[in-house]
């Protein structure tokens, strides 16, 4: 199975509805004519079997008819992070060799400064989405379940991302996997507020639920009161979210009562335990938590969504889904000590783009290399405790310390910089940079802030800085972060 076959599974259902969005209602039946047109449109536009095409779109029923139909056409979808800087989206498009961009008028407006030669720009207005519309009858290509469907980009440990390829197979057993420990049906409402460029919220909140044949209820982006409001008023089922969601909400002095929802997803971070209890204490809902990376899919882990859950924990593999921890040696550590958390099965990527030394050190033997910390206890559920690779989640988005510390020392009066993550009871952690000015300047927080504000996403500026004429290292040169913690 493709992913652009994943609504007809619903044949016999096509009146059934698949999006709502903004008070309109998209069945299965619109959904499966849409993404055909979308998909004769890039083929008249030119695009081949194996292109890369871009997608720079909010949440919105045309993301879904634009990454279905590219992935109909033979091509492979290249979502972009809309909180990147314009440095970051250009070098994506370049090392991607995307040859299509998708945008909407606002966003476009917004992407004068990107290096746009090259590129064929679909600006998906209302000229556009006519010729859509008048778009004719076209062969599609032959495209095989374990042809590429995706690119997605995460962060790079040096300073550069790289793109992580998955296939159909990839992402369908993903999609199955859940299916088979959640006994969520046809009947079950998807609340689709999380970005649908993040691997979480567009594996959980679009391709589960059009598996499934259910409602997929679209917001374009996350405001406490309206998703309230929404969760009282369009029936939501299922929810998906970050920590940050859940402790937002939390924050509500509304008392309100939701009908219909059933559980709620936590990912992209670790949720605390008394946001935990207290979320399920106010709303009389579950909260369910995973553990997952773009390069699987992106879920490794799920607490048991019948049956007892564990606190803290990640809870334990999908179906299908090996996981354990291991010490630097490639030996597995016992039960309750802590190691490398490695994953195979079929959801794992096939490798990084044009990276072939990354990808054998990610991908030994098969098993993926998380480079988290994590220990297993005794009923085989697993905790996280920390990340090898320094990685820093804010809100739900990845930030590595040596893309940003590289970004700093591009300053004229940046000798040296470190950058760790900091506990915050709303984010999860935040970014405190240690800088070490070159001799004869004297940078301050503000010139910094607005330095790299032209230069890395919102998520990814720190918020503290600190300035010292010297950093803690070890015998080897090393800056040594835990002391800086």
């Not at 991607?96 to 990107?114: A, C, D, K, T, W």
């Not at 990685?391 to 004229?412: C, M, S």
Request: proline fraction near 6%; charge should be negative.
């Amino acid at each position: 199975m493709k992913v652009f076959e994943l609504h007809k599974r619903n044949a016999p259902h096509t009146q059934r509805t698949a999006l709502r969005y903004h008070g309109e209602t998209i069945t299965y039946a619109d959904l499966e004519h849409n993404v055909e047109q979308y998909a004769r449109y890039f083929i008249k536009m030119g695009l081949k079997p194996g292109d890369r095409a871009a997608i720079a779109l909010p949440n919105c029923p045309g993301f879904i008819y634009t990454y279905l139909g590219i992935t109909r056409a033979g091509g492979i979808v290249v979502p972009l992070n809309l909180l990147q800087a314009p440095r970051e989206l250009a070098f994506m498009l370049q090392d991607s060799g995307s040859r299509f961009l998708i945008v909407n008028p606002e966003i476009g407006q917004h992407m004068g400064r990107l290096p746009l030669r090259g590129l064929t720009v679909v600006l998906l207005d209302d000229k556009c989405r006519q010729e859509i519309a008048d778009s004719p009858q076209v062969s599609f290509p032959d495209v095989t379940d374990f042809s590429t469907c995706t690119f997605l980009y995460t962060s790079g440990t040096t300073g550069q991302p790289k793109a992580a390829m998955l296939t159909h197979a990839n992402l369908i057993a993903n999609v199955k996997a859940m299916e088979d420990v959640s006994g969520f049906t046809s009947e079950d409402n998807f609340l689709a507020v999380l970005p649908m460029f993040h691997s979480f919220g567009w594996a959980t909140s679009v391709l589960f639920p059009l598996y499934l044949g259910g409602a997929i209820t679209i917001l374009d982006s996350f405001k406490p009161k309206e998703i309230l409001q929404v969760l009282v008023d369009e029936g939501v089922t299922i929810f998906c979210g970050v920590p940050s969601m859940f402790s937002l909400l939390l924050k509500s002095r509304r008392q309100v009562v939701f009908p219909k929802l059933r559980f709620a997803f936590s990912g992209g971070d670790s949720i605390s335990g008394e946001n935990l209890v207290e979320f399920e204490k106010k709303f009389n809902t579950p909260i369910v938590e995973g553990y997952g990376l773009s390069e699987a899919s992106p879920i490794v882990c799920l607490n048991p969504i019948q049956g007892t859950r564990k606190i803290r924990s990640v809870g334990v593999p999908l179906p299908g889904v090996e996981a354990k921890v291991i010490d630097d040696e490639g030996r597995e550590m016992p039960f309750g000590e802590i190691g490398e958390l490695i994953a195979r099965g079929p959801n794992i990527m096939q490798g990084y783009f044009n990276r072939e030394e990354e990808t054998l050190s990610a991908l030994q033997g098969g098993w993926l290399h998380t480079g988290d910390l994590a220990y297993q206890d005794q009923d085989g559920f697993f905790f996280i405790v920390g990340r090898k690779k320094e990685l820093i989640i804010n809100a739900g988005f990845n930030v590595y310390p040596r893309e940003v510390e590289l970004a700093l020392e591009e300053h004229p009066g940046v000798a040296e910089a470190a950058v760790i993550g900091v506990p915050h009871p709303l984010k999860g952690q935040v970014i405190k940079a240690f800088v070490i000015p070159d001799e004869g300047h004297n940078p301050d927080k503000q010139e910094l802030f607005y330095f790299l504000k032209d230069r890395l996403a919102g998520y990814k500026l720190p918020e503290a800085f600190v300035f010292t004429s010297e950093l803690p290292r070890g015998a080897s040169g090393k800056i040594l972060k835990r002391l800086l913690q």
